[in-house]
């Protein structure tokens, strides 16, 4: 298997070089050359792997189709060290709730941060180590967070051989249990960078060091975001693992609601259903930054500015320019890497928005792609957290309730809808108890964690002091 750029470079790489690369050299993002096709009789074998086997002899059977310069062994042995219920807290791994008849949650949050980035982070961490090991280097590893992949990928990397994380966020927009996760923790491979900016000032410093590929090369920047082909492969696993929970054979088809920001958790789904995963919908659900969901209802995308993007109850989604948004425009656009580098690379820089709706191929969204989308407000997630907790005695976070909300507006008979979780309630308490009046549950390994010493440094928004940073670090 081979990977080319969103972008039009098409010099085959493979999967253990774009891993530790992040971005491709002209600035795409990286995707397999094709999506492996999963026929009938692999679909049920696949079946019987996740109901005999679990979940990461299906991640298995899944990753090995997109990685071929893994020995098989390694890469079974990588998996089954990742995925295990002492890490994840559950035999099933991902285990779907049920809140009423073909309407479900599907655990995701279970994790060492109680975040569904778990899912992948802790992948990819195993996946670095194994393979700096093997090629005797070091990773510096360059991330932006609007809450909880910062944590994911810190606890992921923590420790780890040959690994250091240099990690930016959005100084005093995460929830104070966001912040203290990421803050407190005091290992010396950890970097904690708060920006003076919102989410996608982070997000642009980490392209734009990715971009300078001499300080790339120089410093071994790689990247931990879901613009790294590998996290986003991880998250195609547990689409599959949903559907054989929720169906009894796979002449059935599913819906997936997904809560989203950057676009890289729904365009694991979007990978599935292009393999043959029985997907109906891919509901695209957004907070107030509703960037996606206006292009999905008008064609248009555009991104906001800072000053336009909302400070909201669900911060992991305050985000305005959706990363991975590129690579499901790659495929809408009949993978033409030169009109994609045209309007992500160009368009947007100088307009701030293009315009896709009088082009035939937009139609296809939600035709042949099958996404559709909706907003959810603050006003809502109250309405849908507190109903939900009345009827189901089940306590959701603040994305999840935007994902619930959107999803009712969906589903469809005799069609199953799983709602993908995002993260446990403890992480957005001020909002629980806003809906609740009462504290959500804490974890017993997480008492008194905000009031833990932090080390973290505050920077204003520049690219070249990041990188002086970095460099003070490595030198």
């Known amino acids: 298997m081979n990977y080319l750029s969103t972008r039009g470079d098409a010099t085959p790489r493979k999967f253990c070089d774009i891993l530790l690369e992040g971005l491709a050299p002209d600035g795409g993002l990286y995707l397999p050359e094709g999506y492996p096709q999963i026929d009938a009789a692999t679909l049920a074998v696949w079946r019987r792997v996740h109901d005999e086997q679990g979940y990461a002899a299906l991640a298995f059977e899944i990753l090995s189709l997109y990685i071929d310069d893994i020995p098989a062994d390694d890469l079974k042995a990588i998996c089954a060290k990742t995925y295990t219920p002492e890490v994840f807290g559950n035999k099933v ?9 073909g309407f479900y949650l599907e655990a995701l949050s279970n994790g060492p941060t109680l975040a569904f980035k778990d899912m992948a982070m802790q992948l990819l961490g195993n996946l670095f180590e194994y393979e700096l090991a093997r090629r005797g280097q070091q990773l510096n590893i360059l991330g932006a967070t609007s809450g909880d992949t910062g944590s994911a990928a810190e606890y992921a990397m923590r420790g780890k051989k040959g690994i250091r994380v240099f990690m930016l966020s959005p100084h005093g927009r995460m929830s104070a249990f966001q912040q203290a996760q990421m803050f407190s923790l005091q290992d010396e491979n ?12 982070c997000q642009d410093i980490v392209k734009a060091v990715s971009n300078d590929l001499a300080f790339k090369r120089q410093y071994n920047i790689g990247t931990v975001n879901s613009i790294n082909w590998a996290r986003l492969l991880a998250q195609v696993v547990y689409y599959f693992a949903g559907y054989f929970q929720a169906t009894a054979s796979n002449a059935e088809t599913v ?7 950057n676009f890289g958790n729904v365009c694991a789904g979007h990978v599935a259903r292009m393999m043959g995963l029985p997907i109906r919908q ?7 930054n509703d960037v996606l969901d206006e292009f999905f209802r008008t064609g248009v995308y555009r991104v906001r500015a800072a000053a336009d993007t ?4 669900s911060p992991s989604m305050d985000i305005s320019k959706a990363s991975n948004f590129e690579r499901f425009v790659f495929d809408l656009l009949g993978r033409d890497g030169a009109r994609v580098k045209a309007l992500f690379g160009e368009s947007l820089a100088k307009a701030g928005s293009f315009d896709l709706s009088g082009d035939e191929a937009f139609k296809q969204a939600a035709s042949r792609y099958g996404f559709v989308s909706g907003k959810s407000t603050h006003a809502d997630r109250l309405v849908t957290i507190r109903r939900v907790f009345k009827e189901h005695g089940l306590m959701i976070d603040t994305h999840t309730a935007d994902g619930v909300k959107v999803a009712s507006e969906y589903v469809q008979p ?9 993260a446990l309630p403890i992480k957005f308490a001020a909002t629980i108890v806003e809906a609740l009046g009462r504290e959500p549950d804490r974890p017993a390994k997480f008492e008194g964690i905000e009031a833990l010493p932090r080390r973290v440094q505050v920077m204003s928004a520049d ?10 670090h490595c030198g």
């Open 93 to 101: 791994i991902v285990p779907l709730k049920q809140l009423q008849d």
């Open 190 to 201: 950890i970097h904690n960078i708060a920006i003076e900016g919102v989410f996608d000032d």
């Open 255 to 261: 819906s997936f609601t997904v809560p989203s920001g």
């Open 282 to 288: 891919l509901v695209v659900a957004t907070n107030e």
């Open 310 to 313: 909302h400070e909201t109850s």
């Open 414 to 422: 005799g069609v199953p809808m799983i709602v993908l979780e995002t």
């Open 463 to 472: 690219a070249g002091a990041v990188q002086s940073l970095i460099a003070a």
